[in-house]
């Protein structure tokens, strides 16, 4: 007997709680990221002594910097290598082309990462203040499809 899942042609939506998990995932991925590059760049040893200068603003000039780049190389390089960033690939979710659910190319991913820091900047803070059921939606041509199983 086949799946009729697994012969449909037609791409699957991933649920809510699978993007909000690949989203928080990777977030967590560039913060974590940002966060160690500034404490290491903030780290200053003198006569055997260890002292953590988190004010100094290359300390969190190198955060910043790092967490950006973290995120553009999981967003944009990983996805153009293997259609997920590391948050989708844990969740079983893709980026495909909305068109033909081909492989996404570069500029759109790099338009789709871009989109991603309006939505947070904006929308999020909306969403939590007025306590909406509104989703993110696709953007650059690019939308999130469930990666298919196969199942025994």
Not at 38 to 45: D, E, I, Y
Not at 97 to 118: E, T
Request: aromatic share 6%; hydrophobic share 50%.
């Amino acid at each position: 007997m086949v799946n009729k899942e697994l012969t449909s042609t037609r791409p699957v939506a991933p649920t809510q709680p699978r993007t909000v998990t690949a989203a928080v995932v990777d977030a967590l991925i560039a913060l974590a990221s940002g966060l160690v590059a500034g404490a290491a760049a903030g780290v200053k040893v003198s006569d055997g002594v260890v002292e953590l200068r988190p004010q100094s603003p290359a300390v969190w000039g190198l955060a910043l910097g790092v967490a950006v780049a973290v995120s553009f190389a999981n967003h944009v390089l990983l996805t153009l290598a293997a259609r997920a960033s590391c948050g989708k690939l844990l969740t079983g979710v893709r980026v495909v082309r909305a068109a033909d659910g081909g492989r996404p190319r570069f500029l759109r991913l790099v338009g789709r990462w871009l989109f991603g820091f309006y939505w947070m900047i904006l929308f999020v803070p909306l969403h939590l203040a007025t306590d909406s059921d509104v989703e993110q939606q696709d953007a650059a041509g690019l939308r999130m499809v469930r990666r298919r199983t196969i199942r025994s």
